[in-house]
């Protein structure tokens, strides 16, 4: 079974600064993707970036990176220089090769401080 | 826009009422499901549609049924509400395999069971 943790149910991070908001994952399949997601306080569910199992470099979407470390089994995401927009739910996914679902992480909640 | 349409946004139902959430996306795509979001539980997936035609469980299918209306309807019913189905649901769709763009999410559904 395919699992997805993240550890940290809140978070501050001061306007500016760069924040690291941290996911693991536990699968044996050697073919997925894993995904990070925005969830501002409006409800709404935000793509925000994806890594493949296959690529060589992490995954970058503006300010937004993905610190993928195989061997770790970690998809950190990286959010450089915080806006108070940033402040919301922050989820992370993956998803098998040759399966339909997506398994979610329980979230972590950022909050970017003036 | 493109995207996945949800209906209705908010609804309140008495214990024991049934009611069926609709789920609508123009994109396309072959796969479509429904989530559940409860606080501290991150997003857990109810049912899913692989393809037209076909419908799996997810990870809490009691209590739910759902229907694969066409390639692009995928409806969500509650037979007989309970207090325990209070929820946030979110209806996605998404192509077949791993897409970088992963999940395309529904604005939601804020559902009290009183």
């Known amino acids: 079974a395919q699992k997805i943790t993240q550890t940290q149910p809140g978070m501050f991070v001061q306007e500016k600064e760069a924040v690291t908001l941290d996911c693991t994952y536990d699968?044996?399949?050697?073919?997925?993707?894993l995904f990070w997601y925005k969830q501002p306080s409006s409800g709404e569910m935000i793509f925000l970036i994806y890594q493949g199992s296959y690529d060589q470099q992490n995954a970058t979407e503006g300010r937004y990176s993905l610190n993928f470390q195989k061997a770790r089994k970690s998809a950190n995401l990286v959010i450089s220089a915080s806006q108070l927009g940033d402040s919301a739910m922050y989820f992370c996914a993956m998803k098998r090769g040759g399966y339909q679902k997506v398994t979610f992480g329980t979230g972590t909640k950022l909050q970017v401080i003036p | 826009n493109a995207g996945v349409t949800q209906t209705p946004k908010f609804q309140v139902l008495k214990t024991g009422q049934s009611m069926t959430l609709q789920c609508a996306q123009d994109?396309?795509?072959?796969?479509m499901y429904w989530y559940r979001q409860d606080p501290g539980m991150g997003l857990r997936l109810i049912y899913y549609?692989?393809?037209?035609?076909?419908?799996d469980k997810g990870e809490v299918p009691n209590g739910y049924n759902v229907s694969r209306l066409n390639k692009r309807e995928f409806s969500l019913r509650l037979e007989s509400a309970a207090p325990s189905q209070t929820s946030v649901y979110f209806c996605a769709s998404s192509e077949v395999g791993i897409s970088p763009g992963g999940y395309t999410f529904g604005s939601g559904t804020r559902l009290t069971v009183v």
């Open positions: 549609s692989a393809s037209e035609g076909t419908t």
């Open positions: 994109m396309n795509h072959n796969s």
């Open positions: 699968t044996s399949d050697p073919s997925y993707g």
